[in-house]
């Protein structure tokens, strides 16, 4: 079964500090990953996205890393804002020719705090 | 540019009442889905579509319809409301099979 795990589920740090949040995947055949933020009460929002030959993509001070051959991504938040505070879903996309292929994990809740 | 748009945002029913939630996009996409999410879970796929006029089951269909009359619909329909119903179901539409999910605000359902 397809799965993805994430960690840590929460998260405090301080205003300005950097952090990083964590995505391991079992998703076979792999397709592409993407990193969400999801808002309190609002619905998620795409930050990055990485292909299998991909191993790093940046969306302002959001950093993502891809290592397919441990079947891990990271996501490193540089010089947090309190505007950062959200949760932070990881998902996976199998390219299985099914449009139900997206892999969802329960996410890291980060709170800033200033 | 509206993107996803989803009505109502809040609702109470009681058990055993039925309602329908309305998902709308201005993107032209043709896939569309419905999920839940609860608290401690991932989002999990209720119901999606491939285009207009075609429906599929997803992770978590039970006690769940879809229909998608027009392109940019997506209406999901709880016939009798169960209290395991009470979630926040978001509706999200992409271009492609692979593409990036644009998502809806959300609408917080609690059943009594």
Redesign the interface.
């Known amino acids: 079964k397809n799965q993805v795990e994430q960690s840590p589920q929460s998260l405090i740090i301080l205003e300005g500090k950097n952090c990083t949040l964590q995505c391991n995947y079992t998703v076979s055949p792999f397709s592409n990953l993407r990193w969400y933020k999801q808002d309190t009460g609002r619905g998620p929002v795409s930050l990055t996205i990485m292909t299998f030959s991909e191993n790093t993509k940046s969306n302002g001070r959001y950093t993502a890393t891809l290592d397919a051959d441990t079947k891990q991504s990271s996501l490193h938040i540089t010089a947090s804002q309190l505007s950062d505070s959200a949760s932070y879903i990881c998902v996976v996309s199998a390219s299985r020719g099914g449009a139900d292929g997206l892999t969802f994990g329960k996410g890291t809740h980060l709170i800033i705090q200033p | 540019n509206a993107g996803?748009t989803q009505t109502p945002k809040f609702r109470v029913l009681k058990t055993g009442q039925s309602m329908t939630l309305l998902c709308a996009q201005d993107m032209n996409h043709e896939?569309m889905?419905w999920y839940r999410q609860d608290p401690?879970?991932?989002?999990?796929?209720i119901h999606?579509s491939?285009g207009e006029g075609t429906t599929?089951k997803?992770?978590v269909p039970d006690g769940y319809n879809v229909s998608r009359l027009k392109k940019q619909n997506f209406l999901l329909g709880l016939e009798s409301a169960a209290p395991s119903q009470t979630s926040v179901y978001?509706c999200?539409s992409t271009q492609g099979?692979?593409s990036?999910?644009?998502?809806?605000?959300?609408t917080r359902l609690t059943v009594v």
């Open positions: 996803v896939y889905y401690g879970m991932g989002l999990r796929l999606y491939v599929a997803g992770e978001f999200a099979m692979f990036e999910a644009f998502f809806g605000q959300g």
